[in-house]
């Protein structure tokens, strides 16, 4: 499946209502579906939601959108989406559009944030070549938020730009994140960001997004971080208490990505970079997957590298002055080792479209974990998953 076809799909996640007659202000209905189950193949082995037991739930979705033309440039479009790993439903896009002229256009409400290449039919399997986005990059627990959002595209030459600011915020309650325990809640403001995005001629894409934010995290999942503050506190050290303090922090988030797809062949790269500025610890990660067309049989294969560094050099060396300071420095370091990654990620699958509007995706993924088993209170993350997918559009 091109590129191309893929961006036009991205009309079932929201990016363009469809125009109908206003008198009859007629609802358009589209929807996606993707059927996912999976296992690793060690009692001890995790990856992307899947243990050893062979599940449905983490890469089976279900969505249904509804959009309408009000007339006289202006459009609504709404999504909810359920998942297969919580069963809850969600609002994901639900925005009011209007259209200026035919470059720029404003929506207002609950929409995608332009973080990745395929943000916009994130939840759209069918839209993109992998069983599932490869999760080294596609991290961020939030890919929504409420926001004012201006849009500009323009063709120039053999060239089609588009253009994406966007300000607003974003609250979730609840969130629950692999390999650790308990549930967070996220209040994200001061949201500001866009993203860039070049298409020439229909093959070559480019594109880059930069988002900042602040954010303050509480909730059950944060008592152990917490608990590092209260530490702190009591040994006196207020860098540490700040860094480990879940209030107010910046983040930022910066990403790039190409993809160039030519006749029979498709070859794409990402990279990110995510900065939690008042304890300097980073986020970094790439991929790059490449695909061949045969027919309906699409293999492919994809090497992703992810890495989270903490400022050990400012919190490992904390002075040893007394029982509370050394509790400090072995719970910090404790944190530091328990907190990092380093690891590659290999996976080989392949797509089959058996169907017009569906596709069977088979993948295998090993997660090598880099990192010294001598570190505290590490378990190792190396994992072989085999998963399948049916991704269908409707």
Known sequence: MSLARAIRLSMLAGLVAVPVSPAMAEIKWNGFLSVGAGKTFGSEETHAGYDEDLSFGPDSVLGLQASSDLGENLSVTGQLVT??????????????????????????????????????????????????????????????????????????????????????????????????????????????????????????????????????IDGTGYAAINGIRDLALAAGNQTVADAFDGREAKYTFGGLAVSADLDDYLLMAEATEIKMHHNDQETKAFYVSAARRFGNLMPYVTLERSEVRGNSDLYRDIAVTSVETGTLRAYVNGYLDATDVNEYLYSVGVR???????????????????????????????????????????
């Open 352 to 394: 089959y479209d058996f169907h017009p509007s569906a596709a069977l995706k088979v993948q295998y993924t090993k997660v090598d974990d880099q990192r010294d088993e001598g570190l505290i209170g590490v378990t190792s993350r190396d994992a072989n998953l085999l998963s399948f997918s049916i991704d269908t559009v409707f």
């Open 83 to 216: 998942r297969g790993e919580t069963g809850e439903v969600k609002a994901e896009w639900l925005y009011l559009s209007y259209q200026f002229n035919p470059n720029l256009r404003v929506n207002v409400g609950r929409q995608r944030l332009p973080l990745f290449l395929h943000s916009d039919y994130l939840d759209v399997g069918y839209a993109y070549h992998f069983q599932r986005p490869p999760t080294s990059v596609y991290s961020s627990p939030i890919n929504s938020g409420d926001n004012i959002t201006l849009l500009y595209d323009r063709m120039m030459g053999p060239v089609e730009a588009k253009l994406q600011v966007f300000t607003g915020s974003y609250n979730e309650r609840g969130l629950t994140v692999e390999g650790t325990d308990g549930e967070l809640n996220l209040n994200i403001h001061k949201n500001t960001g866009g993203a860039l995005t070049l298409i020439y001629d229909n093959w070559l894409t480019f594109r880059g997004s930069y988002v900042s934010s602040r954010i303050t």
